[in-house]
């Protein structure tokens, strides 16, 4: 079955760059959606569709594919960002959604 | 605006069913899939299924499969979420979530999310 993996954290330091990876078999060829989630609250779309961003979501994140990784970018990162982060795919194959399991991004 | 409202908290024994309910507001709810997908405390998001609210056809995960439920009903923009033979592994988060767009897979829009304590 299709598995997405994803570090258990990432680490940055304010105003620098976050990269967070996303790795599934040829995930180039699927449409990978990205959430962000905030302790205690219910999940955020910030960039669906590989590359777009959704209405109110900053320009300061964007996400590309390429071959076997998905990577969600979060540049100037501020103390905000500061949360929890899911890719997600559709399985052609099964008919189901999947969740990356998630990435911790820490603001140091 | 889409607003999607869900049923309030539950508490459940082992063995018990639980329906949970996610109302959309507006002209907001036809026309496009609604996922479940729910988070036990501490962990990932874990993906249960998703609805066409116009035909009522449904997927589910295949771990779910035989024990789940879900349905809609257009006249009051509700879906609903029914979950049977509950142990205390299903103690989680419940999120409705209703896709970005027509032509996007991405579930833009979120309920708030109904705890589902199941303890004897």
């Known amino acids: 079955s299709y598995v997405l993996t994803q570090p258990p954290s990432v680490s940055v330091a304010p105003g620098q760059t976050a990269r967070i990876p996303c790795a599934g078999n040829n995930i180039g060829s699927k449409s990978v959606h990205w959430y962000q989630q905030k302790p205690g609250q219910a999940p955020v779309l910030v960039v669906y569709?590989?590359?777009d961003r959704p209405s109110g979501i900053p320009e300061r994140f964007s996400g590309s594919t390429s071959g076997n990784t998905a990577t969600l970018t979060i540049i100037r990162v501020e103390a905000g960002d500061e949360a929890d982060y899911y890719c997600q795919v559709w399985d052609t194959s099964s008919d189901h959604v999947l969740f990356g399991g998630g990435t911790k991004l820490t603001v140091l | 605006q889409v607003h999607l409202v869900q049923s309030g908290a539950e508490v459940k024994k082992p063995w018990a069913s639980v329906k949970v309910s996610c109302k959309a507001s507006?002209?907001?709810?036809?026309?496009?899939?609604m996922h479940w997908v729910r988070q036990a405390p501490g962990q990932g998001l874990e993906w249960m299924g998703r609805?066409?609210?116009?035909?009522?056809?449904?997927n589910y995960a295949q771990k779910f499969q035989g024990r789940v439920t879900m349905s809609r009903d257009t006249s009051i923009s509700t879906a609903s979420m029914e979950l049977r033979s509950l142990t205390s592994d299903d103690t989680a988060v419940y999120y409705c979530?209703?896709?970005?767009?027509?032509?996007?897979?991405?579930?833009?829009?979120w309920g708030q999310g109904t705890l589902v304590t199941v303890s004897s």
């Open positions: 569709d590989d590359d």
């Open positions: 609805i066409n609210t116009n035909s009522g056809g449904t």
């Open positions: 507006g002209n907001t709810f036809s026309g496009y899939y």
């Open positions: 979530a209703r896709i970005y767009s027509s032509s996007s897979g991405g579930m833009g829009f």
